[in-house]
């Protein structure tokens, strides 16, 4: 785990050969990367691997190539390997091949043995980072990528003679960040925006991507021209093709067709397929806790840890123990958000131990820039704040390493707002199965599911879309609703500055969902996946990547310098459970609703239809033996803060110090006035949970542009965004 920094020098006319952008140039690896001064260049990589050491406090390391074309930087989180040999930039035992890399390769062991054994690979270190290096120089590009299990990014140089190349690559769901821009002649990458400064960046927003949400679904970001590698893929440049970004992964679900594997048969598949994936990520020469809530994901992980430690004497990271460390966030009880008492019957039953970090309005208000800043976008919800807060546990108590439930919900259907997408049509693979038959029955579910999610995102303050006429390219790929519900908490048109809108016009955000994903994808949508899978597709490669794994992942986790690991975002776990029939994943049950007597903060007893699903019902048989009866039995509750806070409390004398009149017009493009009615209807007991989330947006926008300098945003800003 670690930062990473690289500085490649472009030369040459642009070209359009960019996978989803146009940012490229024809060519790189003129001399004189920073115009003649070595020492200057090592100052910048310097200073922009200190910008993010966060993510990497125990050491750090700069190479630059000798004509000075390219320059890598690295800050260490040392957590396997923690000699020295495991030290970064790493080289290649013929000094040909380099590279910087964040994350985790897993399989390490059986890897490293068949590239030594096979292919006569001399290793320097004992470190998964060797593996990128090792796996490119024996299969090559983009054949390595198969080799590759787990959560990373890396920027490898090929200085070979005959096709020098660099490769900045990320993994397959978005775990780990990489973003890249253009200063002058240079190509800067790099784990966070914020490392870019040092090397000559002035940032400016991208009022087109925060306007249209399109910094949530396409390689955009809140920053004009800076860009994301994004999930799957990687930047490839040479000299002959310029920057082009290639995909290497892609999901993939089962046609329409009866599957003829028993029930049982699917269930011994998950189950077995996570424990493996748990197994592999208790490697490591530190140790390891787990990131714990109320619901069955992560309870689910404490289970087969404690299992594997217990019965199977597997070693929890460094140490042979049954009684790993389990952290938790406990919120007010009277907020109604508060889950740590159901934690701490699990860790009891388990017979583990758990840290809490009781998380109170002060803790909010006195973490909110701080996260922002970490974050580098906004987000609807004071989640990712807790989240932040959280994150300072494991360090304290001794822990780099954490084990974490995110990804169960993407790949078996947890949320909600899946339901009316499984709901609109049979599931031809399960063909005897009820609501296959009985359709008047499903057709009445189905409309009842749109209802009830409607209610559920108007009692939450998000935006809740009212008949709109339909987009045919939309309506023909199945999830029709999808699209709303994926921008049901993108601020209002009304926050954005009257010259905004007029620039907007018409345009309809829902064009940006479906113009984010490849034709050949669409195809799919619309002739070979059932809608629910469509629906899945569409969340895994726009609010996991670049919302649950970022300001609820990755960006407040290595804030504090800590690692998580993702078992359930493994990616033979995940093709394995997309093959899966939709009925599996969600169950009709007539008794479902009675027997959920939790309810939590989100349903109310009107939510019959949702409630008669058992949502990730495969995943409660495969983790039966690994959890308690009452998570077992308890219905889905997303992880969220409270929205009602009290007058003159710490959070309004936080939001009316950074949204002052001045901060505001500061921006650009929010509207000020909408934001005086939204301060004076968003705070007490009848508070417009609406308003409130349209203020912690832009007070992230405020709080980020003091942070970072952001230049005040303007209609320059709105024309040619989309070219570098």
Partial sequence: MCGITACILLGGASTNNHTNTSFSENAILEPQLNGGTLEKLEAELKGSIEAIAH?????????ISENEQVGLAHCRLSINDLSSAGRQPLHCNGEEIHAVVNGEIYDYDLLRAECEANYGYAFQSDSDSELVLALYKIHGAPEFFTYLRGEFTFILYDSREGGRRVICARDRFGIKPLVYTKVGSRLLVASEAKAFLPLGWKPRWDVRAIASAAWMFDDRTLFRHVRKVLPGHYLDITEEGGVQQIKYWDAEYEDKAVDTRTVDEMVFGVRERLVESVRLRLRADVPIGIFLSGGIDSSAIAGIVTQLARKDKVKVGNEQTSRVTCFSVAFPKSSGYDESDIAQRTVEWLGVDMVKKSVTENNLAEDFEEAVFHCEHHHFDLNF???????????????????????????????????????????????????SQEGQLRQKLFKSAQREMKEIWQRGGATVYVERPSIASIAGVGAVDMSDNLLAWHPASRVFHPWLRD?????????????????????????????????????????????????????????????ARTPFLDHHL??????????????????????????????????????????????????????????YQRKKNPFLAPTRWKVGGPLHQKL??????????????????????????????????GA?????????????????GVAKGTEADWEGTLQC
């Fill in 692 to 708: 409130f989330r349209r203020l912690l947006c832009c007070s992230a926008w405020v709080a980020l542009s003091r942070r970072m």
């Fill in 385 to 435: 704040v807790a989240k932040f807060a959280l994150s300072t546990l494991p360090r304290e108590h001794g822990i780099k390493v954490v084990l974490t439930g995110e990804g169960a919900d993407e790949h078996f259907a947890g949320y909600p707002y899946f339901a009316s997408e499984f709901l609109r049509e049979a599931d031809e693979a399960m063909a005897h199965y009820h609501l």
């Fill in 55 to 63: 993510r990497g406090p125990d050491e750090s390391g700069i190479w």
């Fill in 574 to 631: 995940a093709e394995y459970v997309n093959r899966l029939p939709p009925s599996v994943k969600l169950r009709y049950s007539d008794d479902a609703a009675s027997a959920a007597a939790d309810l939590g903060p989100i349903w109310t007893k009107s939510s019959v239809a949702l409630q008669s699903l058992d949502e990730k019902w495969i995943l409660r048989q495969a983790m039966r033996p690994f959890i308690t009866d009452e998570l």
């Fill in 503 to 563: 620039k907007q016009g018409n345009d309809d955000c829902r064009r940006t969902v479906l113009g984010s994903h490849a034709t050949n994808v669409q195809a799919k949508m619309k002739l070979r996946w059932h809608p629910l899978h469509t629906a899945m597709y569409m969340w895994n490669k726009s609010s996991l990547p670049n919302i649950l794994l970022s300001c609820l992942g990755d960006r407040t986790e290595m804030a504090h310098s800590v690692e």
């Fill in 656 to 689: 009316t110090m950074l949204l002052s009149e001045k901060a505001v017009e500061e921006l650009g493009f929010v509207d000020w006035a909408t934001i005086q009615e939204d301060m004076g209807t968003a705070w007490g007991e009848e508070a417009d949970p």
